[in-house]
């Protein structure tokens, strides 16, 4: 019963097998030298890794990667640095605060000889700030009595008594009004001091 390989040797002539077997010959000669080079080149490759290593000084082994090991404990040096870094930005920021603040007096004392005064801004002069719970406050001690959310609302708007980034200023009141400790709540939408 003839199979595939004697099919195929059949189909060949002699000059065809001697062929093959010099083209056999020279892939496992070429597959031997491909093995030998390619150790070559491991050994080429160590080589200049070492050179390179003793080169940068920077010789390693296998293991952590160069550079800060977690864990180390910060040098005297380090924590010098640091001291002087945030000695250098306090001094900045406080005579950037200093200029602002001068800036901002000049400007309220001029506006006030003219007789109008100026809308109350993040911080006042004086070092307190200003914020929302406090105009509320101011609001209502001028009134005497309780007043309506929307009265509140109409006073702190029509008067400019506070500037707020806040595209629905109602909702920022609300909140305040319902979260402060130093305004109370009367009835239904009425708030006093």
């Known amino acids: 019963m003839p199979t595939n390989l004697t099919r195929l040797l059949s189909r060949l002539s002699r000059a065809d097998l001697h062929r093959l077997l010099v083209a056999k010959e ?11 080079l390619a150790s070559e080149l491991a ?5 200049l890794d070492r050179l390179i290593g003793r080169v940068a000084g920077t ?3 296998p293991g952590r990667p160069a550079g800060r ?12 640095k640091a001291a002087k870094k945030t ?6 920021t406080t005579a950037g605060k200093a200029a602002k603040t001068a800036a901002r007096k000049t400007a309220t004392k001029t506006a006030r ?47 400019k008594l506070f500037r707020s980034r806040s595209r629905d200023f109602s909702n920022v009141l609300r909140r305040t009004l319902s979260t402060s400790r130093r305004v109370k709540r009367v009835s239904r939408g009425v708030y006093g001091t």
Do not use: C, W, Y
Request: proline share 4%.
């Open 26 to 36: 020279e892939i496992e000669h070429l597959e031997e030298r491909r093995t030998e």
């Open 69 to 80: 090991r977690s864990g180390r404990k910060v040098g005297r040096r380090t924590v010098k």
């Open 113 to 159: 000889k003219g007789g109008e005064r100026p809308a109350p801004r993040g911080r006042r002069t004086g070092g307190q700030r200003a914020t929302l719970e406090n105009v509320v406050i101011g609001v209502l001690a001028n009134k005497g009595e309780p007043m309506s959310f929307k009265a509140i609302l109409e006073t702190i708007t029509a008067g």
């Open 43 to 47: 050994e080429v490759d160590q080589k």
């Open 87 to 92: 000695a250098r930005r306090a001094a900045r």
């Open 59 to 61: 010789r390693r082994g």
